[in-house]
T-cell receptor, first 114, second 112 residues
Framework: GAGVSQSPSNKVTEKGKDVELRCDPISGHTALYWYRQSLGQGLEFLIY????????KSGLPSDRFSAERTGGSVSTLTIQRTQQEDSAVYLC????????????FGPGTRLTVL | DQQVKQNSPSLSVQEGRISILNCDYTNSMFDYFLWYKKYPAEGPTFLISISSIKDKNEDGRFTVFLNKSAKHLSLHIVPSQPGDSAVYFC???????????FGTGTRLKVLA
């Protein structure tokens, strides 16, 4: 079956613009995660969804970042008034709603803020 | 809070030899650890896991060891192959939920 998909694969934007990143999880996976990987860094947790609700938003770096998930499926991560330090690869992952299941990652969106 | 450290940013190994990648964590309250492998321009893919009821889990050429007293994990790849060249991340549970904390990764290069 299809894996996790993300769009766009690359996004170049100007400082101050808003961007929207999309994630399509694996069908039937109720848990969805967003991570960010900056150059030379590990995977930084941003937010976790269980169904449509986000019990853990603790990783969102600022109030310019928001995410939503609709229909228990597609999720969008929105960054408002982008800054150069937002440049990173944004990764989405999904997992089945059962204990200790591994996460399946999408290919990521590379965001470059000029 | 859980912290996960992979202190070797890179490792080079000759083909056929053993690769050993290390990972340290701080919070031993939770007991399930993951290793992921990442090729350039791709998302990480799950490689192998270990639960603290074991101290070793083996899957083909990949073996993960868990030393609970030292809060230390290691991933052994033997024999190493050029296709194993990738970045390897270990991940530990943050708080017993689905949230995992990832290390910064170790870039493995297997030389032919």
């Amino acid at each position: 079956g299809a894996g996790v998909s993300q769009s766009p694969s690359n996004k170049v934007t100007e400082k101050g613009k808003d961007v929207e990143l999309r994630c399509d999880p694996i069908s039937g996976h109720t848990a969805l995660y967003w991570y960010r990987q900056s150059l030379g860094q590990g995977l930084e947790f941003l937010i976790y969804f269980q169904g449509n609700s986000a019990p853990d938003k603790s990783g969102l770096p600022s109030d310019r970042f928001s995410a939503e998930r609709t229909g228990g499926s597609v999720s969008t991560l929105t960054i408002q008034r982008t800054q150069q330090e937002d440049s990173a690869v944004y990764l989405c992952a999904s997992s089945l709603d059962r204990e200790r299941n591994e996460q399946f990652f999408g290919p990521g969106t590379r965001l470059t803020v000029l | 809070d859980q912290q996960v450290k992979q202190n070797s940013p890179s490792l080079s190994v000759q083909e056929g030899r053993i690769s050993i990648l290390n990972c340290d964590y701080t919070n031993s309250m939770f007991d399930y650890f993951l290793w992921y492998k990442k090729y350039p321009a791709e998302g990480p893919t799950f490689l192998i896991s270990i639960s603290s009821i074991k101290d070793k889990n083996e899957d083909g050429r990949f073996t993960v060891f868990l030393n609970k007293s030292a809060k230390h994990l290691s991933l052994h790849i033997v024999p190493s192959q050029p296709g194993d060249s990738a970045v390897y991340f270990c991940a530990a549970p943050s708080d017993g939920t689905y949230k995992y904390i990832f290390g910064t990764g170790t870039r493995l290069k297997v030389l032919a």
